[in-house]
């Protein structure tokens, strides 16, 4: 629920800039949907900077919408905080323009990072590209990263200034009380998929480990939720004869994603690379034990043994083996699950989430406002 603007504190405005939108922005959509609507100190804004899916036309037209939005932005409400979502690849592209506009029109903007390895992004950047990247995050007032790791690449490869850069990590809403029950006995485990199917999440790697002998005696059922080739992986989810066991839903909103949790036991993640992954926090949240790879910030969120359970990327004898242990001993799946809903309540609430994020938004724009008032005095 909403709460009102407190009486001694002025609303913030808020707009925010990211690829398709809170509905069909992946992770990063789910993010700041969960913001918009869990923060009642600001006014939030979203602006989709590419479309739905990407193509040249509605990229450029999008981004051309974005931009202008931005300029009526500085005249009717100069004291906005453009908050802009940045990864690799096509998104630094667009960023570039966007950021450069924003400094031209002397609008105050955080950069956020979302990036499963922005260090090989940049490495296979020219150093022309480099050096317009860096300014963009120089000239950023301020900029967010999700974990150490994409605070060491902001430092290293971009030389960004200590005093800008805020690690802060990703968080979801609580589901409530009502949290998922490990099951018991003889009926089927449940295991859970969260994510964009493909290579990068460790969908074939899955896939193989759920049809590995270990798994062919024990009770379990799967479902892979998420958009991208659903058909392939349905069509190699049959050669490997695991039609009966596993389900591929292709994408689902906020609400189904939450009620699939709700019903589910482990959640598994096998990831080659992410940033701090929005479906194990929201394992967590449920009280599932999450099953994921130590890649970005999940070893610095996570206990291995205790919180979560870690296996070696792109290891599926390893994966197999585990999912066979949490699948055959519901002792350990309930531990994981208490100990992992315990953990999400302490550190990762999406209360907590907006209150510091308001308290970085209300500094940046003090500072970005004492700057530019002494700029104009050297003048």
């Known amino acids: 629920m909403n709460v009102a603007p407190t009486t001694t504190r002025k609303a913030l405005n808020i707009c925010h800039y990211l690829p398709g939108g809170t509905e069909s922005g992946g992770g990063i959509g789910r993010l700041v ?51 802009i979502h940045v990864a690799g690849r096509g998104s630094t592209r667009r960023k570039l323009i966007l950021t450069a506009w924003a400094r031209a029109l002397g609008c105050t903007h955080l950069l956020h990072l979302h990036d499963y390895d922005y260090a090989t992004d940049l490495a ?19 900029v967010l990263v999700l974990g150490q ?12 200034g200590t005093d800008k850069v805020t690690v802060l990590h990703n968080a979801v809403p609580d589901p409530g009380p009502a949290v998922a029950v490990p099951q018991t006995g003889a009926a089927p485990v449940r295991l859970l998929f969260l994510g964009q199917l493909g ?55 906020a609400a189904q994603v939450d009620a699939l949790c709700r019903r589910f036991d482990i959640l598994v993640l096998p990831s080659h690379g992410e940033g701090m992954a929005m479906a194990v926090l929201e394992g967590l949240a449920h009280g599932l034990a999450v099953v ?21 990327v792109g290891d599926v004898t390893a994966l197999a083996a585990t999912l066979a242990r949490l699948i055959a001993d519901g002792t350990e799946r309930a531990a994981l699950s208490r100990a992992g809903r315990a953990h999400y309540l302490q550190y990762f609430s999406i209360a907590a989430y907006t209150a510091h994020l308001d308290q970085i938004y209300r500094a940046t724009a003090e500072q970005a406002c004492t700057t530019r008032d002494l700029q104009r005095g050297a003048a």
């Open 33 to 83: 949907g969960y913001i918009k609507f869990a923060d009642g100190q600001a006014d939030h804004r979203v602006i989709d900077t590419r479309g739905t899916r990407f193509s040249p036309a509605t990229s450029a037209l999008r981004l051309a919408h974005a931009l202008c939005a931005m300029a009526v932005s500085r005249v009717t409400a100069p004291q906005t905080v453009h908050h």
């Open 124 to 142: 296979a950047r020219s150093p022309r590209q480099l050096r317009a990247i860096r300014r963009m995050f120089a000239g950023a007032d301020g």
């Open 149 to 160: 790791r994409d605070r060491r690449t902001v430092f290293n490869l971009l030389g960004h």
């Open 199 to 253: 290579p990068r999440k460790g969908v074939p790697e899955l896939l193989r480990a759920l049809a590995d002998p270990a798994l062919a005696a024990l009770p379990w059922q799967a479902v892979l939720a998420g958009d991208g080739p659903v058909a392939t992986y349905r069509a190699e989810a049959a050669a490997l004869g695991l039609s009966d066991r596993v389900t591929l839903t292709g994408w689902l909103n």
């Open 292 to 312: 994921t790879t130590p890649v970005g910030a999940h070893g610095e969120v996570l206990t291995n043994g205790i919180t979560g359970v870690f296996v070696p």
